[in-house]
């Protein structure tokens, strides 16, 4: 409701927001979503959250949609956040360490977070068919939130990819294609049959609203800690539209005034065989990684996570440790 238009988040075009949109039409990269800030600002404010409902739509300013009947919801978001005592004991340095349970969220992870922003704004700009590449967890999400809106969904997954997932996407009806490669492979599918087929591209950092839903992290880790920031957030990286969409919310909560200019350390945590986020390099071999969800996205899409990694650390930090270990505790000291 407050959007004023698309930008391109490498050469700054901007793009209409009321138009069906994927890349930016001149140097093919991610488009953001701009907002109103000073009139998200006259109603979304503190005060105003205590009453407001227990999902992402909670901020509902700083969402696209433009008509309310367009929302696609299963109850995403405002998941709560645990304060683990026992894991921090175990670390060589003294700290509060919270995990913030995205486990709880429809279909079982954040996904659902992208999957609702997106797929809203499909139906709100008249979308029927959908697809998506998927490692497992968006393709679950996609299929559920297609079936919700009455959309068909189209999904292509690595062969490999873990059976509850599949089966989760069947159930909801959506046409599943099991790919004998990665899932570069699978959006290479897409894009080359979306055209012919008829079919929007949900893929990661290719349409603009997913980052948009995963952003609400940022504003609930803002709210949880009563308007605070953590020193530093560790994030499990795959495509990075989590981690691009937290640094996006904490730039519109500092324009709100939310919060001030300081900003968590990001640790992007990732498979020790993929294609680090910091880095420009093409994907290695992946088959390997403990999960089947962190795999790489196409390093066209970078740059981005770069500069939100960048911005919050030296470049002796970009550093990124081997998945589910904990930080060396130089990373957690000031
Ligand atoms: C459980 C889980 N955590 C993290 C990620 C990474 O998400 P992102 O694309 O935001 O980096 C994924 C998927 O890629 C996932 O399924
Ligand atoms: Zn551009």
Same mark, same amino acid.
């Given at each position: &409701?407050?959007?004023?238009?698309?930008?391109?988040?490498?050469?700054?075009?901007?793009?209409?927001?009321?138009?069906?949109?994927?890349?930016?039409?001149?140097?093919?990269?991610?488009?953001?979503?701009?907002? *109103?800030?000073?009139?998200?600002?006259?109603? =979304?404010?503190?005060?105003? &959250?205590? %009453?407001?409902?227990?999902?992402?739509?909670?901020?509902?300013?700083?969402?696209?949609?433009? *008509?309310?009947?367009?929302?696609?919801?299963?109850?995403?978001?405002?998941?709560?956040?645990?304060?683990? *005592?026992?894991?921090? $004991? %175990?670390?060589?340095? *003294?700290?509060?360490?919270?995990?913030?349970?995205?486990?709880?969220?429809?279909?079982?992870? /954040?996904?659902?977070?992208?999957?609702?922003?997106?797929?809203?704004? $499909?139906?709100?700009?008249?979308?029927?068919?959908? +697809?998506?590449?998927?490692?497992?967890?968006?393709?679950?999400?996609?299929?559920?939130?297609?079936?919700?809106?009455?959309?068909?969904?189209?999904? /292509?997954?690595?062969?490999?990819?873990?059976?509850?997932?599949?089966?989760?996407?069947?159930?909801?009806?959506?046409?599943?294609?099991?790919?004998?490669?990665?899932?570069?492979?699978?959006?290479?599918?897409?894009?080359?049959?979306?055209?012919?087929?008829?079919? /929007?591209?949900?893929?990661?950092?290719?349409?603009? @609203?997913?980052?948009?839903?995963?952003?609400? &992290?940022? @504003?609930?880790?803002?709210?949880?800690? +009563?308007? %605070?920031?953590?020193?530093?957030?560790?994030?499990?990286?795959?495509?990075?539209?989590?981690?691009?969409?937290?640094?996006?919310?904490?730039?519109?909560?500092?324009?709100?005034?939310?919060?001030? !200019?300081?900003?968590?350390? &990001?640790?992007?945590?990732?498979?020790?065989?993929? $294609?680090?986020?910091?880095?420009?390099?093409?994907?290695?071999?992946?088959?390997?990684?403990?999960?089947?969800? =962190?795999?790489?996205?196409?390093?066209? /899409?970078?740059?981005?996570?770069?500069?939100?990694?960048?911005?919050?650390?030296?470049?002796?930090?970009?550093?990124?440790?081997? =998945?589910?270990?904990?930080?060396?505790? !130089?990373?957690?000291?000031?």
């Amino acid at each position: &409701m407050n959007v004023t238009h698309l930008e391109c988040a490498l050469c700054g075009l901007r793009h209409e927001a009321n138009v069906l949109q994927n890349l930016c039409i001149t140097c093919g990269k991610p488009l953001l979503v701009r907002y *109103d800030l000073d009139k998200a600002a006259e109603t =979304l404010t503190r005060g105003s &959250m205590a %009453t407001r409902e227990s999902s992402l739509w909670r901020y509902r300013e700083v969402l696209p949609v433009v *008509d309310e009947a367009n929302i696609v919801s299963l109850g995403e978001g405002w998941t709560p956040l645990f304060k683990t *005592d026992r894991l921090a $004991a %175990t670390l060589a340095v *003294d700290l509060d360490l919270y995990i913030k349970d995205e486990g709880q969220n429809p279909t079982q992870s /954040f996904k659902a977070r992208g999957m609702t922003a997106a797929i809203s704004m $499909a139906k709100e700009l008249g979308v029927k068919k959908l +697809a998506v590449p998927s490692a497992g967890n968006a393709a679950g999400a996609m299929a559920a939130y297609a079936a919700m809106a009455g959309m068909e969904a189209n999904i /292509f997954m690595p062969a490999d990819t873990p059976r509850a997932n599949i089966v989760e996407c069947e159930q909801t009806g959506a046409n599943v294609t099991l790919v004998d490669g990665l899932i570069t492979d699978c959006g290479a599918i897409v894009a080359k049959r979306k055209e012919a087929e008829g079919w /929007f591209d949900v893929s990661t950092l290719k349409e603009p @609203y997913r980052v948009e839903g995963k952003k609400t &992290m940022g @504003y609930e880790l803002a709210e949880q800690f +009563a308007w %605070t920031l953590p020193d530093l957030i560790m994030y499990p990286t795959g495509g990075g539209t989590g981690l691009i969409g937290m640094w996006k919310a904490f730039d519109e909560m500092q324009q709100i005034g939310w919060i001030g !200019s300081k900003r968590p350390r &990001m640790v992007s945590v990732q498979s020790e065989t993929c $294609a680090r986020s910091c880095e420009h390099s093409t994907p290695a071999n992946v088959s390997q990684t403990n999960s089947k969800m =962190l795999r790489p996205s196409p390093p066209a /899409f970078v740059f981005q996570r770069r500069s939100a990694i960048s911005s919050s650390s030296t470049p002796s930090e970009h550093r990124v440790e081997p =998945l589910f270990l904990l930080p060396t505790p !130089s990373l957690w000291q000031p």
